[in-house]
Each structure stands twice: as C-alpha cells, then as structure tokens.
C-alpha cells in the first residue's frame, strides 16, 4: 500500500521481528498471546499491513494501517473534506477457540 510522503508508517512486523531476532511464536508471546500461526497468517496476507509501533520506554503495539475511502471526515476538533483517511488501530488477541468448559 503506498502512502503520502507524510505520513508516519509504523515498523512493519516482519522488519521489526528481523531486527530483533524474534520467532513468529515469541513475537505472538510479546504482543498478548497471539498463537504463531495468527503471526504469520498478518505476514503472509497481502491484504493487511501489520506493523509495530515501538515508543522508547514503553511497550510496543501491534498495530494495523488500513485505508478507508470516506465522503468527509471529522478529527481535531474540524470538518476535513477529503475522500482517504487512513487508520491505524491496535490489534489485540480474541476470544481462543475450542472445546466448551463445563
């Protein structure tokens, strides 16, 4: 997905995962549980732009970038015409799957 010059594109997760030598299953460990297959499911899809957010001194987010075509949006206290606006939401893990617990 291409961006404008401006805009600040967090750390996509397979460049961050490489520059600190971490596994799918130990980056799944880092951001709240993710299982490994869930990693690499965000890796391989093209469709998805998964990154990190890394502020010095605090944790980092697992993050999602995705763009949405819009007729008018509102941020900052101000009306913006535009028609993209693009998000950036954090991922958190869901609901694990599997047998009922009596």
Partial sequence: MEYPRNFRRPVPL?????????SQAKTGLQFGGFTAGA?????RN????VGVID??????????TEKQEVITAYAENRMLETDIVYTVKKLSVGVKL???KP
């Fill in 14 to 22: 397979k460049i961050w995962m490489e520059s600190r030598g971490m």
């Fill in 39 to 43: 990693i690499q499911k965000m890796l």
């Fill in 46 to 49: 093209p469709d998805r732009d």
């Fill in 55 to 64: 502020i010095p001194n605090e944790p980092a987010i697992l993050v999602e």
């Fill in 98 to 100: 599997g047998p009922r």
